[in-house]
């Protein structure tokens, strides 16, 4: 192992991802020390979530390594599904499932990933929605085709 790697919280080494002729991503790399912030900034379609998506593999890099504290992401060998269950990602859109309720929606992962029980992940959900201010929206259902305007986008007074 990289002695980088057991130093730096995270490491990430070389990066490339193509898509088709496109190549989004040529050889990023960076590492984040503990206690560290860092800022990824750039025009859209520069490959910031791109970049994302693949530290936590739900994009596969062409090319490079990722080390999170010390343990190899990017290794065939090493489980992802748990590895995911400690890095947060925040999307660009709401990517919510429209057929749940947000209360469903926020107590699905630790269900999913974390094997809870659905007592414990509705009490996680409830006090995650009261800690942002949507308590109130915990039985509301994310916007669809009803109740967005024409950008796609809530209206106002509806979700969130």
């Known amino acids: 192992m990289r002695e980088e790697a057991m130093e730096a919280l995270l490491l990430v080494e070389d990066i490339h991802k193509r898509y088709g002729k496109e190549e989004v991503l040529k050889g990023v ?3 984040l020390r503990k206690g ?3 800022v990824i900034i750039g025009p859209s379609g520069t490959g910031k979530s791109t970049l994302l998506r693949c530290i936590n ?8 390594r990722v080390w999170l504290e ?16 400690q890095i947060g990602f925040v999307f660009q859109d709401f990517n919510l499932f429209t057929h749940l309720t947000a209360l469903d929606n926020v107590r699905l992962g ?14 996680l959900a409830q006090e995650e929605l009261a800690r942002v201010g949507l308590e109130g929206k915990a039985n509301a259902f994310p916007p669809n085709s009803q ?12 979700w969130p």
């Open 36 to 38: 560290e912030t860092k």
């Open 110 to 123: 630790p269900m999913r990933v974390l094997g809870m029980r659905k007592e414990e992940a509705t009490k």
């Open 147 to 158: 109740g967005a305007n024409s950008s796609g986008y809530p209206s106002p007074g509806r």
């Open 70 to 85: 010390g343990v190899e992401v990017t290794s065939r060998k090493v489980d992802i599904n748990r590895i995911r269950a």
């Open 29 to 31: 790399s960076f590492q």
């Open 57 to 64: 593999r739900l994009t596969e890099p062409d090319r490079g």
